[in-house]
């Protein structure tokens, strides 16, 4: 076999594993039924947020959880921030006994979110009773803009979740916050067309999530393998103690700290869960750039992640149908490299050949015009079809025609995966682990504001 041929034999199977893939996420996604909720008394709730200058964010968000969640204990990592994160902090926490307080100081602050959300922990752990049930205990990450869903607590409390007890950790789905942002409206110019380009932005991370990546999770909920997310994420403090006693702590020092929990409480033998009927809502980016330093971070992250697959295939936790999505998730970012080289390759190959072999591309392409459709069926209908899916799901009563420019809107958006991936690549190579942390919009609206002063 030539090497045009094997390389014409793996684009078939990559493109196949693809749409298969597309398929088996979709068809459990659109058939889920809601899940019952459970009593939220049966357990005790105690919320992590790390923050690190978070001072625009912080002070609604903890009004807000204190209003909806009375009964849950907050615990606001303050690593280090320049700003006045820690003392908004410090004057709702003399008001409010619930609230409390972990600072963190450089040199030892700033090295991380897993090393905020584990300082969280030991404080937890030094602060509860001797003798409590800790599997009782449930722990929640949220980001400082997260804001939670009234029924977050029923469902995480619910028999499909933390009211069976091989439950380690459940994930909410995730929200946009930001979809009606009076900020991305009018103005005149560039400026108006940069606030359009605002609003598509935050409109196809809200579809990702409320499509894509939740279509992801409900087929993880059969193979057992829910991954779970930086906000929103539901822990069994028994199952956080299960890792630190056998690896020092709970979370470590992958860049996508969240998954990484996921895995080894599922190599601790516990079951993670997807909590599709609540939600926690976030801001989206309206910005290209930030997106995108977002999202190269979680590529690294999933790729640092890769050095798992061996424990994984290993683990008797995990069944062959949950090692195989595990893997196909990891190795993903690898595979968009992969395909980033061969798919324009072989395209070109085929055109000049055909264009060689029939004297013209015009009588080629003539002959061969059944590329263009299934370019069309295997390039950009797994894409598109999202736009339709999220109209039926979240806005029915908008027109059918629109859902179809959403879902074009999306293939489009999709193609930043393959700058991130090479970015992410990049860093992983040079061996570069820091991060930027993502700055929030208010902080953005306000430079912008200054600027334009």
């Known amino acids: 076999m030539s090497v045009l041929e094997s390389a014409q034999a793996l684009a078939f199977v990559l493109l196949v594993v693809f749409l298969s893939y597309i398929l088996v996420i979709l068809v459990p996604f659109l058939r889920r039924k809601p899940d019952p909720e459970g009593d939220p008394d049966a357990f005790s709730w105690h919320v992590f947020i ?28 303050d690593d280090d921030s320049d700003d006045s994160t820690a003392g908004i902090v410090e004057a709702a926490s003399d008001h409010d006994a619930m609230i409390h307080l972990v600072r963190r100081r450089r040199p030892l602050a700033r090295t991380g979110k897993g090393d905020a959300l584990n300082a969280a ?9 001797t003798g409590v049930d800790r599997s009782s205990v449930i722990v929640l990450v949220v980001d400082a803009d997260g804001h939670l869903a009234d029924n977050a607590f ?18 909410t789905a995730v929200w946009m916050s930001n979809l009606d942002d009076p900020n991305l409206t009018g103005g005149t110019g560039m400026a108006r067309l940069r606030k359009s380009f605002g609003r598509y932005l935050v409109l196809m991370q809200d579809m990702e999530f409320r499509t894509t990546i939740a279509a992801m999770q409900s087929l993880r909920r059969h193979t057992l393998t829910v991954g779970l997310g930086g906000n929103g994420q539901f822990t069994r403090l028994s199952a956080l103690d299960a890792i630190a006693k056998t690896s020092g702590q709970p979370w470590h020092g992958a860049l996508l700290e969240d998954y990484e929990l996921a895995i080894h409480i599922m190599l601790g033998g516990y079951k993670t869960v997807y909590m599709h009927d609540t ?28 050095v798992y697959l061996k424990r994984i295939f290993e683990s008797p936790y995990f069944s062959n149908v949950g090692a195989i999505e595990s893997s196909y998730f990891l190795v993903q970012p690898f595979i968009q490299i992969v395909g980033l080289i061969l798919w324009p390759t072989l395209f070109i190959t085929m055109v000049a050949q055909g264009a060689l072999t029939m004297g013209s591309f015009g009588a080629w392409i003539s002959a061969a015009w059944f590329i263009i459709p299934l370019i069309f069926a295997t390039g950009v209908l797994p894409f598109a079809l999202w736009g339709l899916v999220y109209r039926r799901q979240v806005t029915p009563e908008k027109n059918f025609m629109l859902g179809v420019v959403w879902g074009l809107g999306y293939w489009l958006y999709m193609y930043q995966n393959y700058i ?20 929030r919009n208010q902080e953005t609206d306000v430079k912008l504001l200054a600027k334009e002063a």
């Open 154 to 171: 029923r469902q995480a409390a619910g028999p499909h979740a933390f009211g069976d007890a091989e439950v380690g950790a459940a994930q």
């Open 50 to 77: 790390p923050c690190r200058d978070e001072e625009v964010v912080i002070g609604n968000t903890l009004e807000l959880l204190r209003a909806r969640f009375p009964q849950a204990h907050v615990w606001v990592v």
């Open 420 to 439: 991130t991936v090479l970015r992410a690549t990049y860093r992983l190579i040079t061996g570069r682990q820091g991060w930027a942390k993502t700055r």
């Open 121 to 129: 922990y030991r404080t937890l752990d030094a602060w509860l009773p």
């Open 279 to 306: 939600h926690v809502a976030q801001e989206a980016l309206p910005d290209l750039r930030r997106l995108l330093t977002q999202r190269t971070r979680w590529c690294h992250g999933g790729m640092q992640c890769s």
